[in-house]
């Protein structure tokens, strides 16, 4: 038996509902809402992905800036290039908020002459751009990769244990 709906809104609503005998309003709530909870828990995952992305990549770029900042040790011997290197690592992994799951790799200077590889400054061969006569453009490679762990795997959208990684050149001189 339907009692009539005098004011509409949220208070008719449950007085349909409490007078609704037949339990048929109960069902499909409840159907209703598990379709709405099994769509929205992958969801919560996604977002927390490409949270973890945004955050890796601007940990790189704060590298980045570090690198931009710190160009004439990478351009120097052996040693100032290897703690150039690990500084712009620690970096990286403070300025992500993940410093025990970043794994960061600065890769090797490359140098450009428009788009010809050239010798970078500092190494043996090393010569100015003939075309232009100015010193070549210098670019760092890095990555930064961590663990993605979904809270819902079971639901087959991101697998356990997945790797994230982000990669970012940057010109540096």
Known sequence: MHLPIEKKGFAGWCRLLLGDRTGAIAIEGAIAISVAVAVMLPLIDF??????????????????????????????DTTAVATSKATIQSVVQTASGLTST?????????????????????????????????????????????????YFAFLGFFTEGMTVTEELTMRIR
């Not at 955050?55 to 770029?61: G, M, T």
């Not at 970078?120 to 100015?134: F, H, R």
């Open 102 to 150: 970043v794994t960061v790799v600065v890769g090797k200077l490359r140098c450009l002459c428009g788009t010809t590889s050239t010798t970078c400054p500092g190494q043996s061969g090393y010569q100015v751009c003939s075309t232009t006569l100015v010193s070549p453009a210098v670019y760092v490679d890095m990555t930064a990769s961590a663990a993605f762990d979904p």
């Open 47 to 76: 977002g927390q992905y490409i949270n973890l992305r945004i955050d890796l990549k601007q940990a790189l770029r704060a590298g980045g800036q570090y690198a931009l900042h710190d160009v004439n040790n990478l351009l120097g």
